[in-house]
């Protein structure tokens, strides 16, 4: 069975500065995808990034980049020039790539608060 | 823009009570899910469905129940609510292989 470990249950940055948030996976397939996803105080999740393991290349958005260690199964989502807007639950999800139901893994979430 | 709603931000219910939360997704998708989320424990799949009338067991699905009578709504049933089912619940949609996309969530106390 496939699970998601994100170790840091809060953390925190000031604003400007750089933040990494670690996720670690374990799974048995070799074509999946993996996403961060962001949950603001309102509640509403939204996907931040997301990252195919069959891409060597790291995904990046903007000011949200990744550092995706497939032999390590290491998922870290790097947020640079952190703004507050940026306070939020952050969970790190694993999908299968076959198979089309899209059912999602998810771990138990990092809080992250921005600092003035 | 893909939208998903629920039927209530918050729902106080009694013990005992049968409660319905609703969801409805605007983007024709095939696949929609209900999670359960609580602090520390993540999001935790409670029920999904792939069509219309089909339904899987996700993993935690004791004491819920679902229904899925058209492609835009799925409903998540608490037969007889109970104060260990408070929590914040989430519903999901996605197209095939892609994107999940969620509600705002309804808060459910139940007293």
């Known amino acids: 069975a496939q699970t998601v470990t994100q170790s840091q249950p809060e953390m925190s940055v000031q604003e400007a500065e750089t933040v990494t948030l670690s996720c670690t996976y374990d799974?048995?397939?070799?074509?999946?995808?993996l996403f961060w996803y962001k949950q603001p105080p309102s509640r509403q999740m939204i996907l931040v990034i997301r990252q195919e393991a069959y891409k060597q290349q790291n995904a990046t958005e903007n000011r949200f980049s990744v550092n995706f260690q497939k032999a390590a199964k290491s998922f870290s989502l790097k947020i640079s020039d952190s703004q507050l807007g940026d306070t939020a639950m952050y969970f790190c999800?694993?999908?299968?790539?076959?198979?089309?139901?899209?059912?999602?893994?998810f771990g138990k979430g990092t809080k992250l608060s921005v600092k003035p | 823009d893909v939208k998903v709603t629920q039927s209530s931000r918050y729902l106080v219910k009694r013990t005992g009570e049968k409660v319905f939360l609703e969801c409805v997704q605007d983007m024709d998708h095939e696949n929609m899910f209900w999670y359960r989320q609580d602090p520390g424990l993540g999001l935790r799949l409670i029920y999904f469905?792939?069509?219309?009338?089909?339904?899987e067991k996700g993993d935690i699905p004791e004491g819920y129940s679902v229904s899925r009578e058209k492609k835009e709504r799925f409903s998540l049933i608490l037969e007889s609510a109970s104060t260990n089912q408070t929590s914040m619940y989430l519903c999901a949609s996605t197209q095939r292989g892609g994107e999940q996309f969620f509600g705002p969530g309804t808060r459910l106390t139940v007293l």
């Open positions: 469905s792939y069509d219309v009338k089909m339904k």
């Open positions: 799974t048995s397939e070799n074509n999946y995808y």
């Open positions: 999800a694993f999908r299968t790539y076959g198979g089309s139901q899209g059912n999602l893994i």
